[in-house]
């Protein structure tokens, strides 16, 4: 094996995960810290997670790189008695129940939502089924909807909890605090300059532009914040991760 000066080698590792360790050097530098990066064939997830710089954003595009056409993929309308009512109202009932481990539960109607300042973001959309789709999203950051809230210093993830379902149970989805604050986290109730149709989630869906298709939840009735994802579902965080074992975390 070639040796490496210390330096070099946590070096590469950083280079190569796309960070700068900056506030990571002292860390990197700790011999416990070292072994247990190193130990292994490969660096898991958790660590790769860690020196991956979780903050940056995902790519914007121009309005002329948009899809003409965006598929719809998993439900593409709940059709059950619930939605259908919420849907002949236009959503005009709709509720965002805002729970668990916050200062003060909300209860934001679409009107509320739509008063709160918008993010627009034009990004491309990455199923884990192999297709792809550039579309123009609004709404407000959910960091807006958690500040408003007052998340307790308890929260570790937010949980996504949704009018389709499937075996009689609803979608869910989570995200850790990381995501969840990322400036391009929104609740999206605006695609393509249009009012969010039916197919792509309607009246409210998350976009977490970091992350795969299956984590941006559609037609998201509650948003939950929680200390551990045990007890909820099965246990891994999702409904394709309690299903047929995706990754929880799917960053891209
Ligand atoms: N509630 C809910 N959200 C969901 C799904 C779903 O079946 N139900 N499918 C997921 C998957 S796999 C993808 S790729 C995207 C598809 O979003 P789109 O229909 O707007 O293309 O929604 C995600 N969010
Ligand atoms: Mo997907």
Redesign the pocket.
Same mark, same amino acid.
């Given at each position: 094996m070639t040796l490496i000066t210390r330096r070099g080698l946590i070096g590469g590792a950083a280079a190569s995960a796309g960070v700068l360790l900056s506030g990571c050097d002292k860390l990197a530098q700790n011999e416990e810290f070292r072994k247990i990066l190193f130990s292994g064939e490969k660096m898991n997830q958790g660590l790769q997670r860690a020196l991956t710089n979780r903050g940056a954003l995902a790519p914007e595009f121009r309005p002329d790189q948009m899809s003409p056409r &965006?598929?719809?993929?998993?439900?593409?309308d /709940?059709n059950t008695p619930d939605y259908n009512g919420q849907a002949a109202a236009r959503f005009a009932n709709w509720r965002l129940q805002v729970q668990g481990l916050v200062a003060r539960p909300l209860s934001l109607s679409m009107a509320d939502i739509r008063q709160l300042p918008a993010r627009t973001q034009i990004t491309r959309?990455d +199923?884990?089924?192999g297709w792809s *789709?550039i579309?123009k999203w609004g709404g407000p950051q959910l960091s807006t909807v958690l500040d408003a809230a007052g998340l307790s210093d308890r929260a570790r993830y937010i949980v996504f909890t +949704? *009018?389709?379902l499937?075996n009689g149970a /609803?979608?869910y989805?989570s995200i850790d605090l990381v995501d969840a604050r990322h400036p391009q986290t929104i609740l999206a109730w605006m695609?393509n300059d249009a009012l969010l149709d039916i197919?792509?989630?309607a009246p409210l869906? $998350?976009r977490v532009e970091r992350q $795969?298709?299956?984590?941006? *939840?559609?037609?998201?009735m509650r948003v939950d914040a929680v200390a551990s994802l045990a007890g909820i579902g099965r246990g891994k965080g999702g &409904?394709?991760e309690d299903t047929v074992d995706y990754d929880w975390y799917a960053g891209i």
């Open positions: &965006f598929r719809t993929n998993g439900t593409r /709940p959309h +199923c884990v089924e *789709a579309g +949704c *009018a389709d499937y /609803p979608y989805e695609m197919g792509h989630g869906r $998350l $795969l298709g299956y984590k941006h *939840a559609k037609y998201v &409904f394709w």
